[in-house]
């Protein structure tokens, strides 16, 4: 079939203007405010992205903005950056150390809540277990969990040693994700016993077993007690928490480049063999904050509310 002939029922004619009382308080007011900021950024991109990178915490100032030979592009060139860092240190250097960072539930009903410093001394735990477990800066780490605080806590520790992470989702085969360990040669795996998903047990650690008989590049394989079901455990598996329960909470944040490697996403592999994409640190980082920033104009005292569909696993 052409295109022409493809019909979009996703039109939207009508116009939905803010009330009075959110336009004073929200970051861009007016339409004009936007496309203002909109023309800065295209007419003196240098000048607008470095506003904008003000924003974040940094251990060394860039010195270039963009090198850019397409299809590839670097930027903040010479810049020293950590996501951890900025995601939580800089908070807990600030009165919102005692904020709620994270707030979940679980589909059985559990609740937890963490503060940035709470949620801060769990990365530093963490990633000082990845460094034990032999990860270094550059090591690739495939994460394999449910939709919970520790897969946080995982993610957030690997940018903190500067160990780039790929998160599979839950729901892939053992086969899906021995592809992509072996894509990135990831050095230790990250996962549960299992997870939940309307009412029946995802058996996440059976799948992983499955999938790293045949990954020559996994050394570790640490797994989270979270359904309580029977697995095994081998040579190369530990508990989470037996790793956690004697692991320090000092852990300084890596000084990492501002082109270093952040993390693996990888297609779905519907079409043929998934292709991972690497999203480097700096930039992503601050499209991140930037999008959320204007997108959400989220303010001190707002919530931001995620719920995952049937499809995910918690």
């Known amino acids: 079939m ?69 299809p590839f592009a670097e930027w903040f060139i010479g810049g020293k950056i950590n996501v951890s860092y900025n995601c939580l240190d800089r908070h807990v250097l600030s009165s919102r150390r005692n904020k709620a960072a994270i707030i979940w539930e679980g ?5 937890v809540t963490l503060t940035y410093q709470q949620l801060l001394g769990e990365v530093c735990k963490f990633a000082n277990v990845l460094k034990s477990q032999g990860i270094k800066a550059g090591d690739r780490v495939a994460i394999y969990m449910p939709m919970v605080p520790e897969a946080v806590v995982a993610m957030l520790a690997c940018t903190r040693i500067g160990a780039p992470h790929s998160v599979v989702f839950g729901g892939f085969s053992a086969e899906s994700l021995k592809e992509r360990i072996n894509d990135c040669e990831a050095k230790a795996v990250i996962t549960a016993d299992g997870g939940f998903r309307r009412g029946k047990i995802v058996p996440l650690k059976d799948a992983v077993d499955e999938a790293v008989k045949d990954c020559s590049s996994v050394k570790s394989v640490i797994t ?51 292709k991972g994409i690497l999203h480097t640190t700096a930039g992503y980082l601050l499209g991140c904050h930037l999008t959320t920033k204007y997108v959400f104009d989220l303010k001190e005292r707002d919530i931001f509310w995620c719920t995952a569909d049937i499809g995910w696993i918690t």
């Open 107 to 111: 589909e059985p009903g559990e609740k």
């Open 2 to 70: 052409a295109s022409k002939d493809i019909e979009s029922v996703l039109k939207e004619n009508r116009t939905i203007n803010p009330k009075a009382a959110f336009r004073k308080t929200a970051l861009v007011k007016s339409e004009e405010e936007y496309l203002k900021l909109h023309r800065q950024s295209i007419k003196n991109p240098e000048k607008f992205w470095s506003m904008a990178s003000q924003d974040l915490h940094w251990f060394k100032n860039w010195r270039t903005l963009c090198k850019w030979k397409p």
């Open 224 to 274: 989270l007690k979270r359904t309580g079901q029977k697995i095994k455990m081998g040579k190369r598996d530990h508990w989470y928490h037996e790793l956690m329960e004697n692991a320090s909470v000092d852990c300084p944040a890596e000084q990492l480049d501002s082109e270093h490697p952040l993390f693996i996403l990888y297609t779905s592999g519907s079409t043929g063999k998934p």
